[in-house]
């Protein structure tokens, strides 16, 4: 792409304030260099993220570079991996540099405040499409596996599900929302569009928990990845679930809905022993992080979804499926 170059210099090649302890070499040469410290191991992921299908043509460029890099750090807050750096691929219809320095300081803002620098990337003409990969350290033995839950743990989330979807749905103009959203539609849009991975909680759960993943597509069909992958089953209680004064006001169906197959919540759902209650609730308040206890995993595959009274919940809270 011509003015690839000048674009990167413009853009993207400032010294990070915050994180250059693992840059041995960065942007500029045909690989980056990291450097990683004994007894830990690389934690890697990718996401992209696609115009029309992952945020809405006329999003504010500063906060897609943000929510590009939010996303891709939750994944490494699931692991309960601390940021080394990350790299950048982005395709752009044309060069348009009023829209390159907002996303480039949204970006840059988040990379900063968690010491994860941009070391590299790839710039290509094409339709607007980003896709990060960001690098992780985890001492051996210590990721949050989505294989690791045991019978009789705790289920955990952080913080609330559903504002994100809900804010969703009333951008897209549908009634039922707008009416719930009401005055809280600017917080409800910055859940969705400037989420906050939960990277210091993530680090002081490695070790501590035992399986755990973040919630991208919505709790059902997330945590049916930890019993998936752990052959358990689980007991959720919703009425253990904090909900948001907007999501209050919704019928319980729609409720349900945004709570429990919302997706884009970017919290932490895990497991630990009960035994480690306190010791998770510790770490919570280190890192100023709400958590609560809503469920349990089982022995016998399935879950099962109650409401405050114990009666069984109906329903598909299935994950946001890409191509269903
Ligand atoms: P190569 O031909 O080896 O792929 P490029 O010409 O694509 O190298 O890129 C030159 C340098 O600029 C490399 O260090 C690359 O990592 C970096 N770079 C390219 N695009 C981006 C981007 N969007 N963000 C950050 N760094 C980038
Ligand atoms: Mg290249």
């Known amino acids: ?91 752009l219809p044309e060069i348009d540099d009023a829209w390159l320095a907002g996303f480039s300081q949204g970006l840059r803002a988040l990379a900063n405040e968690h ?35 045991q019978p009789g743990d705790d289920i955990w989330i952080s913080g609330r599900t559903g504002e994100a979807r809900l804010a969703l749905e009333a951008l897209l103009g549908h009634e039922w929302a707008r009416q719930a959203a009401c005055d809280q539609l600017p917080t409800l849009r910055q859940r969705l569009e400037a989420p906050q991975p939960r990277l210091a909680l993530g680090r002081a759960l490695a070790g501590l928990a035992h399986a755990a993943i973040d919630l991208s597509d919505g709790l059902v069909g997330d945590l049916g990845h930890i019993l998936g992958r752990s052959g358990r089953g689980a007991r959720l209680d919703t009425g253990q679930m904090p909900v948001a004064p907007a999501l209050a006001r919704l019928p319980p169906d729609r409720r ?15 497991t630990a022993a009960t035994v480690h209650r306190e010791r998770v609730e510790q770490a919570a308040r280190i890192t100023g992080t709400p958590v609560t206890r809503i469920g349990e995993i089982t022995s016998v595959p399935g879950l099962v979804i109650v409401d405050a009274h114990g009666q069984t919940l109906q329903g598909r809270f299935g994950g946001y499926d890409h191509f269903g």
């Open 256 to 270: 349900w809905q945004c709570l429990l197959a919302g997706g884009d919540d970017y919290e932490l759902l895990f």
């Open 115 to 149: 010491g994860c620098p941009l070391v590299g990337g790839d710039t290509t003409r094409g339709p607007l499409n980003i896709c990060i990969t960001v690098f992780g350290e985890v001492a051996h033995g210590q990721a949050l596996r989505r294989d690791a839950a």
């Open 1 to 91: 792409m011509s003015g690839e170059f000048d674009l990167i210099e413009r853009h993207f090649r400032r010294p990070a304030t915050n994180g250059q302890d693992a840059v041995l070499l960065g942007i500029g040469d045909d690989c980056a260099l990291l450097r990683t410290q004994p007894g830990q191991q690389l934690a890697i992921s990718s996401d992209m993220l696609v115009e029309g299908r992952h945020f809405l043509p006329g999003t504010d460029p500063a906060r897609l570079g943000h929510k590009a890099l939010a996303v891709n750090l939750s994944d490494l807050a699931a692991m309960g991996a601390r940021p080394l750096g990350f790299t950048l691929a982005l395709s």
